[in-house]
């Protein structure tokens, strides 16, 4: 028996290239020598080390994303809420203030609350809807500033383009959470905002199966340490992760627009029929902030849909169980459509006075359209709804 080479196999050479991205994942790269090893560090040549500090599907992945948002150098991370970690600990340190919105993603809020003030960092939160109301909540010592574009689940619109400028003439940078918007809706770097951040998890990815997050920043020394606290934090993706998400991402954009014309129809559905007490959708004319639905999401209203059912807690299980096509699963952005309900899910920390506060009650429910059949779809809720 002849014994196996001391290094591993060889990939067989081949003068035809594969038309798929090749999945890669080595965890460590051997070099030539220690002079090739210096130019890698140094940035003369280009290469890789080692996984954590960064691996070809994180780049191939990151580099899609920055052409669809129309960024330099984006970094992708192991999930989105590590992205929003990244991105806030990249500026701010001990003795700043991070002033965010008050309907931020559930995590992106106990970060904000919990764990950066045990890190120094104070925190406090106000509405972005009204452009004084998030103006006086600005400090001295405010350092960053962040908000999403639409809020989860009550899809109050924020005013983006206030808080961009309102952050460039006192010189606080802005991070904006564009995971339920998506770059198919609005671009923020492009209109002045500092940092970008993706739970890649969702709708770009697509399909329920990468957990992953991007961050991408227009300050080129933001960018810088992007990506040096990544590898020191240890933020690094999955490569498998990255391969399933750039698959995705190919189809991001016909997804994303069948879906969304899907919200349209499930949302005209929901209104139309009794039981509902309202419907949330941004380009409803009926939208608390149709307005600003208008003139900042000219591209269409995206395929989340919230509605409010007549009744309590017992409506909300019968329409659960009635719609058994549907996965009840506290998700958004799958290639099916999901059902969400927030009372017992992500916003079951709050008092019942707080969600009331919030108008979101034990009959509401948050849903993220998915590609089906829009017929199929809007008959399942109605045959459901019918069963109230
Ligand atoms: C899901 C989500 C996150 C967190 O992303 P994970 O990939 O689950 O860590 C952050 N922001 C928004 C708006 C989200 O929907």
Same mark, same amino acid.
């Given at each position: 028996?002849?014994?196996?080479?001391?290094?591993?196999?060889?990939?067989?050479?081949?003068?035809?290239?594969?038309?798929?991205?090749?999945?890669? #994942?080595?965890?460590?790269?051997?070099?030539?020598?220690?002079?090739?090893?210096? %130019?890698?560090?140094?940035?003369?040549?280009?290469? $890789?080390?080692?996984?954590?500090?960064?691996? #070809?599907?994180?780049?191939?992945?990151?580099?899609?994303?920055?052409?669809?948002?129309?960024?330099?150098?984006?970094?992708?991370?192991?999930?989105?809420?590590?992205?929003?970690?990244? &991105?806030?600990?990249?500026?701010?340190?001990?003795?700043?203030?991070?002033?965010?919105?008050? *309907?931020?993603?559930?995590?992106?809020?106990?970060? !904000?609350?919990?764990?950066? #003030?045990? !890190?120094?960092? &104070?925190?406090?939160?106000?509405?972005?809807?009204?452009?004084?109301?998030?103006?006086?909540?600005?400090?001295?010592?405010?350092?960053?500033?962040?908000?999403?574009?639409?809020?989860?689940?009550?899809?109050?619109?924020?005013?983006?383009?206030?808080?961009?400028?309102?952050?460039?003439?006192?010189?606080?940078?802005?991070?904006?959470?564009?995971?339920?918007?998506?770059? &198919?809706?609005?671009?923020?770097? *492009?209109?002045?905002?500092?940092?970008?951040?993706?739970?890649?998890?969702?709708?770009?990815?697509?399909?329920? %199966?990468?957990?992953?997050?991007?961050?991408?920043? @227009? %300050?080129?020394?933001? @960018?810088?340490?992007?990506?040096?606290?990544?590898?020191?934090?240890?933020? =690094?993706?999955?490569?498998?992760?990255?391969?399933?998400?750039?698959?995705?991402?190919?189809? $991001?954009?016909?997804? $994303?627009?069948?879906?969304?014309?899907?919200?349209?129809?499930?949302?005209?559905?929901?209104?139309?029929?009794?039981?509902?007490?309202?419907?949330?959708?941004?380009?409803?004319?009926?939208?608390?902030?149709?307005?600003?639905?208008?003139?900042?999401?000219?591209?269409?209203?995206?395929?989340?849909?919230? $509605?409010?059912?007549?009744?309590?807690?017992?409506?909300?299980?019968?329409?659960?169980?009635?719609?058994?096509?549907?996965?009840?699963? #506290?998700?958004?952005?799958?290639?099916?459509? =999901?059902?969400?309900?927030?009372?017992?899910?992500?916003?079951?920390?709050?008092?019942?006075?707080?969600?009331?506060?919030?108008? !979101?009650?034990?009959?509401?429910? @948050?849903?993220?359209?998915?590609?089906?059949?829009?017929? *199929?779809?809007?008959?399942?809720?109605?045959?459901?709804?019918? *069963?109230?």
């Amino acid at each position: 028996m002849t014994k196996p080479p001391l290094l591993r196999a060889r990939w067989p050479e081949s003068v035809s290239r594969p038309v798929a991205t090749p999945l890669q #994942p080595s965890v460590v790269y051997a070099s030539p020598d220690p002079d090739a090893l210096d %130019d890698q560090y140094e940035g003369r040549a280009s290469g $890789f080390t080692y996984a954590r500090e960064g691996h #070809p599907n994180a780049d191939v992945l990151a580099g899609l994303i920055d052409r669809l948002e129309g960024a330099e150098g984006g970094v992708v991370t192991g999930s989105g809420m590590s992205a929003v970690t990244l &991105a806030l600990l990249s500026i701010v340190k001990a003795g700043d203030h991070v002033l965010g919105a008050d *309907q931020l993603y559930g995590r992106s809020l106990r970060l !904000m609350q919990e764990e950066l #003030p045990r !890190m120094g960092i &104070a925190t406090s939160v106000a509405d972005p809807t009204d452009l004084k109301a998030f103006e006086a909540g600005l400090r001295p010592e405010t350092r960053a500033i962040l908000i999403e574009t639409v809020a989860n689940p009550t899809l109050r619109i924020a005013d983006l383009r206030g808080i961009i400028a309102l952050g460039q003439a006192r010189g606080i940078p802005v991070v904006v959470d564009n995971t339920f918007t998506t770059p &198919a809706l609005i671009n923020p770097l *492009q209109m002045g905002a500092d940092v970008l951040v993706h739970s890649v998890t969702k709708m770009l990815a697509g399909h329920s %199966d990468a957990t992953l997050g991007y961050v991408a920043a @227009r %300050d080129p020394e933001i @960018r810088a340490r992007l990506s040096v606290l990544s590898a020191t934090l240890g933020l =690094t993706a999955s490569p498998f992760d990255c391969w399933l998400a750039e698959r995705g991402l190919y189809t $991001f954009e016909m997804r $994303f627009e069948r879906a969304s014309r899907n919200a349209e129809t499930l949302a005209a559905t929901l209104a139309d029929h009794v039981g509902v007490k309202r419907v949330l959708y941004p380009t409803r004319p009926d939208h608390p902030d149709h307005n600003r639905a208008q003139s900042l999401l000219t591209k269409g209203g995206g395929n989340m849909v919230s $509605f409010e059912l007549d009744g309590g807690r017992a409506a909300a299980n019968t329409l659960v169980r009635a719609l058994d096509q549907i996965a009840f699963a #506290p998700t958004l952005g799958d290639i099916a459509t =999901t059902l969400s309900h927030p009372a017992s899910s992500s916003h079951r920390a709050l008092t019942a006075d707080a969600r009331a506060a919030l108008g !979101m009650s034990e009959g509401f429910f @948050r849903v993220s359209v998915g590609c089906e059949d829009p017929d *199929q779809l809007t008959g399942a809720f109605a045959q459901a709804l019918d *069963q109230l």
